[in-house]
């Protein structure tokens, strides 16, 4: 009774604010207020007009290459025992290699109704960077890609990428020069030129309405997957495992399935271990303060300077993390759990070698905790992997780490 009073307010966050319980919310310059409640406005009235709502699933389908399949996975399966299904969304055939794809062609369509003829960016790996340029490209706008010094030298081939799709990236030299100062200054920008520029943010994090609007376009992967498990199994999954950064992959799958029987499972990246201060687990290791306009768990000292996140892979690498993973935390619906570097790379070897899928090593958190905790589940457990990524950007890492 209780918990099903609990999934029934989950499902309709946020409230008018952006609040998601105590999480959420705008923490913006009063600049930016008029221009984040246009966005809400605008993008309330999008969601139910059904010409955008028709032209999103256009480009999704034949420039995205949605619907992404849902793959049963029987080698893996198999190797891990308790007569386990596993299947996996593969969102690693998507079009620039990732999720992140569904978020950049739904803001790049909205930017368009909106007017706008620029799009900003922040990048950390880049590959939100070429997601947003792509769209860019698709969408007829100039697009600008805020990216810490440091990052742009780890990852040239992103850098270049963008620059080959006509986006000027733009080195960002303060603080630690990584994501969290890229996303200081995307959002300096936005507040210089709010009226010709739409603010095109990465993932489910920042000043409402963004948690939301992120949410939505990612929720696509979860309404798929509802349908492709029913067809294939006629019942629904027992348990839905994301990775989570930002944490857009994860409540895209999630979303659709809050108010159902199913168990969900978030992993964090625990990097070199969860006790030794160098991971980016903001929920389970993290206190609640502000960041990015939101509040959220952070990562933080006790004088509330951000510390530094670390992970094997750059997608993960944020020191705070989506409002509303914060309040499914804090209810109890989903839980969190987290994967070292070394269980990323145990879970990029046993995909590749089992089923010949190079996995991003984001999802390989995720596969790398199953192949780990395979005993802990119920036999003949039906569980959904979203594999949100594909491995190509990280075989440099892969090539240099040791597994031990
Ligand atoms: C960026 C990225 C992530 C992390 O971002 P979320 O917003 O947490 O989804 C996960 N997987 C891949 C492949 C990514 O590129």
């Given at each position: 009774?209780?918990?099903?009073?609990?999934?029934?307010?989950?499902s309709a966050k946020p409230d008018q604010g952006g609040h998601f319980g105590i999480f959420g919310g705008r923490f913006v310059p009063e600049t930016l207020m008029k221009a984040l409640d246009?966005?809400?406005?605008?993008?309330?009235?999008?969601?139910?007009?059904?010409?955008?709502?028709?032209?999103?699933?256009?480009?999704?389908?034949?420039?995205?290459?949605?619907?992404?399949?849902?793959?049963?996975?029987?080698?893996?399966?198999?190797?891990?025992?308790r007569d386990l299904r596993?299947?996996?969304?593969?969102?690693?055939?998507?079009?620039?290699?990732?999720?992140?794809?569904n978020n950049a062609v739904g803001q790049g369509l909205l930017a368009r109704y909106l007017g706008k003829k620029r799009v900003i960016a922040e990048t950390g790996a880049g590959q939100h960077g070429v997601a947003a340029a792509t769209?860019?490209?698709?969408?007829?706008?100039?697009?600008?890609v805020y990216m810490g010094a440091e990052?742009?030298?780890?990852?040239?081939?992103?850098?270049?990428?963008?620059?080959?799709?006509?986006?000027?990236?733009?080195?960002?030299?303060?603080g630690s020069k990584t994501l969290k100062d890229a996303t200081n200054e995307a959002i300096r920008d936005w507040v210089t030129n709010v009226e010709t520029t739409h603010y095109l943010l990465g993932s489910v994090v920042g000043p409402h309405p963004y948690p939301m609007l992120v949410r939505d376009f990612q929720a696509v992967i979860g309404r798929e997957t509802k349908v492709q498990i029913k067809k294939l199994t006629r019942s629904l999954p027992d348990f839905l495992i994301a990775c989570?950064?930002?944490?857009?992959?994860?409540?895209?799958?999630?979303?659709?399935?809050?108010?159902?029987?199913?168990?969900?499972?978030?992993?964090?990246?625990?990097?070199?271990?969860?006790?030794?201060?160098?991971?980016?687990?903001s929920l389970r290791k993290g206190t609640i303060g502000v960041l990015h306009g939101m509040k959220s768990f952070v990562l933080q000292d006790k004088n509330g300077q951000i510390q530094l996140a670390h992970s094997i892979s750059a997608g993960l690498d944020y020191p705070s993390v989506g409002p509303e993973h914060?309040?499914?935390?804090?209810?109890?619906?989903?839980?969190?759990?987290?994967?070292?570097?070394?269980?990323?790379?145990?879970?990029?070897?046993?995909?590749?070698?089992?089923?010949?899928?190079?996995?991003?090593?984001?999802?390989?958190?995720?596969?790398?905790?199953?192949?780990?905790?395979?005993?802990?589940f119920p036999r003949g457990s039906k569980i959904v992997i979203c594999l949100s990524g594909r491995g190509d950007k990280d075989l440099d890492v892969i090539r240099s780490a040791k597994l031990k």
């Open positions: 009774m209780r918990s099903e009073r609990k999934t029934k307010q989950a246009e966005l809400t406005r605008a993008y309330l009235s999008l969601k139910h007009n059904s010409k955008f709502q028709k032209e999103l699933a256009y480009y999704l389908s034949n420039y995205a290459g949605r619907p992404t399949p849902l793959y049963e996975a029987q080698n893996l399966s198999r190797a891990l025992g596993i299947f996996l969304k593969r969102e690693d055939l998507c079009h620039t290699g990732a999720h992140k794809i769209a860019a490209r698709l969408f007829n706008l100039s697009c600008d990052d742009i030298r780890r990852q040239a081939l992103n850098v270049y990428k963008m620059s080959l799709l006509g986006a000027r990236v733009i080195p960002v030299d303060s989570v950064g930002g944490g857009s992959n994860a409540i895209g799958l999630f979303y659709p399935f809050l108010n159902e029987k199913v168990k969900l499972i978030g992993i964090e990246a625990a990097g070199k271990g969860i006790q030794t201060g160098e991971h980016a687990a914060a309040f499914l935390k804090e209810t109890g619906r989903v839980r969190y759990e987290s994967a070292t570097d070394q269980d990323a790379l145990l879970g990029f070897h046993l995909l590749t070698l089992l089923e010949g899928i190079m996995p991003a090593l984001e999802p390989a958190h995720a596969l790398g905790y199953l192949a780990k905790r395979a005993k802990n």
